[in-house]
């Protein structure tokens, strides 16, 4: 309670613990510490500091950091740790409350953060495009039936609805990259609202943490949530549309249908139905998905109603970001193993190919192109023979094979070595951003102090 004792004095345990954001603090403790240093780096390098009390200082919360978790009577982890630099230092360890606030500090940490976990997810979302890719090419003609409203439509394959995926994880990338450059910029030396009057140098500051851009406006840096919101509603509408698919894997492996089978580790059974397989991974991460809308729509509520400035209300959205984070990647390494031992059963595929006139629209197509005579009329003639089960159609597979325009299931092959290439690239690239934002974060934590 170190910040409101001389104004406030102190207050009940009780409305300590409700308002403080230590328990959540947990999760940005790292990055708290990681900005403090290069903050006092600043002060040091403008002449506010004794360079021999921001070594010490800088000493002091290298040891912190490796402390055990944050109190419970503290109102945040900023508190806490210029609290402990005081008892380790006496006075001097003030000097970390010059030219900062925790509005400007808290906003780096989560930045910090979450440009971490966002460089973790598009590794996971780049190896699941190569699962999916490998998948795709091994099942390029295994052919299932087609459905939309959940009635038998058109023959494919088991190849083309993973390149459906494939092509949402694509685009999720392409919007992953843009919230990623919203992220990466530095609200550091913003202070409170509208800045201090220590002549920080923010490009510097932001340059020693290893962001690309700067967050301009003091009052955007500290107050607004844009970038977190903006990365949270990228990942779940892409959660919602992967839920989409796992409902076509839960009806695929209904006994009725049976289209396909998974390995046995990602099924469960009943405590009382011995023959049950319950599809357990595709269940559990369908209900997941709907606990992330539900995190992101608490984000929302939580943030709507704020001025523009900052507000204790934001700390609690931030915990609600990290946990759509936590599930994306959690759901999204499980789908990746599933994808990956994913097998057709031919023979209960074929049964459904043939029990249904599915190839009746390429079959019309065919007699319209063959005979001269307008699709619509062939398409009443084609309905007329459906209706009283006197339909000859296509075969199925020659069907598909047919079909070489960009995107169909019969012209899939070129595709996908093309994109196998560049998901190893995308992983590649990421995997080489995440381990220099992770070396600038070592080197600061890690750097020997020389001065005495």
């Given at each position: ?30 990055e708290t510490i990681v900005a403090m240093i290069v903050h006092v780096n600043e002060l040091e390098r403008i002449g ?152 920080l140098d923010r490009a510097r500051e932001a340059g020693e943490l290893g962001f690309l851009d700067i967050a301009e ?236």
């Amino acid at each position: 309670m170190m910040y409101r004792e001389e104004l406030l004095g102190s207050t009940s345990p009780d409305i300590m613990r409700y308002t403080s954001s230590y328990a959540d603090d947990a999760d940005i403790f790292r990055e708290t510490i990681v900005a403090m240093i290069v903050h006092v780096n600043e002060l040091e390098r403008i002449g506010v500091i004794p360079p021999m009390d921001a070594s010490r200082i800088r000493q002091a919360l290298r040891e912190i950091i490796n402390e055990p978790g944050v109190p419970g009577n503290y109102e945040d982890v900023h508190e806490y740790v210029e609290a402990r630099l005081i008892e380790k230092l006496g006075s001097v360890g003030g000097w970390v409350g010059l030219g900062r606030s925790r509005n400007d500090h808290v906003a780096a940490a989560i930045r910090l953060r979450l440009r971490k976990l966002m460089l973790l997810l598009g590794i996971n979302v780049a190896r699941f495009r190569k699962a999916l890719l490998d998948s795709a090419a091994r099942h390029a003609e295994d052919l299932m039936p087609g459905s939309t409203h959940k009635q038998p439509a058109q023959a494919t394959t088991l190849g083309h609805y993973l390149l459906y995926l494939d092509d949402l994880s694509r685009d999720f990338l392409g919007l992953w990259l843009s919230n990623y450059c919203i992220v990466n910029k530095s609200p550091l030396g913003a202070g409170p609202l509208a800045g201090t009057i220590i002549n920080l140098d923010r490009a510097r500051e932001a340059g020693e943490l290893g962001f690309l851009d700067i967050a301009e406006n003091t009052i955007y840096a500290t107050g607004s949530r844009y970038y977190m919101l903006s990365a949270a509603a990228n990942v779940v509408t892409y959660l919602v549309e992967l839920s989409r698919f796992l409902n076509n894997i839960q009806m695929w492996l209904m006994p009725q249908l049976s289209y396909i089978n998974i390995e046995k580790k990602h099924l469960a059974t009943s405590s009382i139905m011995p023959h049950k397989r319950n599809p357990a991974t595709v269940e559990v991460m369908r209900a997941r998905i709907g606990e992330a809308v539900g995190h992101l729509m608490a984000m929302y509520a939580i943030i709507r109603p704020l001025e523009a400035g900052y507000e204790l209300d934001l700390q609690e959205a931030t915990r609600h970001v990290w946990s759509i984070m936590r599930i994306a990647m959690e759901g999204i390494s499980m789908l990746t193993d599933l994808i990956i031992n994913i097998q057709v059963n031919e023979a209960n595929t074929s049964r459904d190919l043939s029990m249904f006139p599915i190839t009746a629209a390429e079959t019309a197509e065919r007699e319209s192109i063959d005979s001269s005579i307008p699709f619509r009329t062939v398409y009443r003639a084609m309905a007329e023979k459906i209706r009283s089960n006197n339909f000859s159609g296509l075969d199925p597979l020659n069907s598909v094979k047919s079909k070489q325009s960009l995107g169909a299931p019969g012209a899939l092959g070129p595709s996908i070595k093309a994109r196998i290439d560049e998901a190893i690239n995308e992983e590649a690239t990421i995997s080489t951003m995440l381990k220099a934002v992770m070396d600038i974060e070592e080197r600061i934590i890690g750097e020997v102090d020389q001065k005495k």
